[in-house]
């Protein structure tokens, strides 16, 4: 069965602090992706990788950064966490063809106070 | 822009019936488009794939159809169960490399 984890189901942190989420992958999926999302608005893709070291923005990508320098991991960073990033952020891979599904993890939810 | 519009009230219906979910798209057409489904708390898992020349996908007690004429897509959940419980989203893809885009979803209530 194919494994999606991130590093935390719950995390709080304050306004101005840098936050690192993880997300490990154990099926060697080429593609991954962080969404974030919030009730009424779905899911939004933040930024995605094709490959090892590569990375390209999603559709709201500001206050954001990512990196991936293994395959099976790939990082969202918040560099200064501000209140409007509260939300339930969620990692997904697959493998490269356009129409593969997605395979989520279980979320993290993050409170920024 | 891409949009996509799903029922936003929840659908209540009772066990046994057909639910009904509507996906309604603008603009071009994409060339797959998924569904998935999310329980409170967890991730979404996918269920279907339809691609654009095709009318109807079935996989057990699920259809799917897509109409690129209407720009809709609908999903039908027959003999439903309170386990069907649960929000689904569609999901469009256009052909560059397997970037989706989300509806909001629809909250499924199936009650005994």
């Known amino acids: 069965d194919v494994k999606v984890t991130q590093s935390s189901r719950y995390l709080v942190k304050r306004t101005g602090e840098k936050v690192f989420l993880e997300c490990v992958q154990d099926?060697?999926?080429?593609?991954m992706f962080w969404y974030r999302q919030d009730p009424g608005l779905g899911l939004r893709l933040i930024y995605f990788?094709?490959?090892?070291?590569?990375?390209e923005k999603g559709d709201i990508p500001e206050g954001y950064s990512v990196s991936r320098e293994k395959k099976e991991r790939f990082s969202l960073i918040l560099e200064s966490a501000s209140t409007n990033q509260t939300s339930m952020y969620l990692c997904?891979?697959?493998?490269?063809?356009?129409?593969?599904?997605?395979?989520f993890g279980p979320g993290t939810r993050l409170t920024v106070t | 822009s891409q949009k996509i519009e799903q029922n936003s009230e929840a659908l209540n219906i009772q066990e046994g019936k057909t639910a009904t979910l509507t996906c309604n798209y603008t603009?071009?057409?994409?060339?797959?488009l998924q569904w998935y489904r999310q329980d409170p708390g967890r991730g979404p898992v996918f269920l279907l794939l339809?691609?654009?020349?095709?009318k109807e996908k079935r996989k057990e007690r699920l259809k799917v159809t897509f109409d690129t004429t209407l720009k809709q897509s609908l999903f039908h959940i027959t003999a439903s169960q309170p386990a069907d419980s649960a929000t689904y989203l569609c999901?469009?893809?256009?052909?560059?490399?397997?970037?989706?885009?989300f509806g909001q979803g629809t909250e499924l209530s199936v009650k005994p």
């Open positions: 099926m060697d999926h080429e593609n």
């Open positions: 997904a891979s697959s493998y490269p063809a356009a129409h593969n599904e997605q395979y």
């Open positions: 990788s094709y490959d090892v070291k590569m990375k």
């Open positions: 339809i691609r654009e020349n095709e």
């Open positions: 603009n071009y057409s994409p060339a797959y």
């Open positions: 999901a469009l893809i256009y052909n560059q490399g397997g970037k989706l885009i």
